[in-house]
């Protein structure tokens, strides 16, 4: 089965995720990001998918997730996923190449990061609204009386 995948460049695929093309190349230098293919003249060509990825190394990192589980959670989902970004209902745990003590750690890290978030929800919606009332003049997301004394 051959897929009509459209495919980026590094500068594309840079432009698209809202990083410079050196933050590409230096994600691919860590293998972090692996190009879906490679043309004859070597140049990289990134897949839908890779798009993905890469936002989600980018939010990882802003979330304060080291680089080695950052690469952890790229090489599972890229075990997990097809090019396409289509779930695999016919992975193994063979075909994801990290060991249990590393996925364990992982798991460890992500249920603290989403408890973390799930903590912290409430009070960042309450700022974008504060901040969105006092800096755009946006009545819809005007903040209460009491919001506005607890951000005060």
Do not use: C
């Amino acid at each position: 089965m051959t897929l009509d995948v459209p495919f980026y460049t590094t500068a594309e695929l840079a432009r698209e995720a809202g990083v410079t093309r050196r933050t590409v190349m230096h994600y691919a230098e860590l293998n972090l990001l692996t190009p879906d293919q490679v043309t004859a003249s070597g140049r990289a060509l990134y897949g839908p998918y890779s798009l993905r990825l890469l936002r989600d190394l980018v939010d990882l990192r802003a979330l304060g997730m080291p680089l080695e589980e950052a690469r952890d959670m790229v090489t599972l989902r890229r075990a997990t996923h097809d090019i396409t970004g289509q779930y695999r209902r016919d992975w193994t745990r063979a075909d994801v190449p990290i060991s249990d003590e590393r996925l364990q750690a992982l798991h460890a890290r992500l249920r603290t990061i989403n408890e973390s978030y799930a903590r912290q929800a409430e009070n960042l919606a309450r700022f974008d609204r504060w901040l969105s009332k006092r800096f755009t003049g946006d009545q819809a997301g005007a903040a209460t009386p009491e919001e506005d004394s607890a951000t005060s």
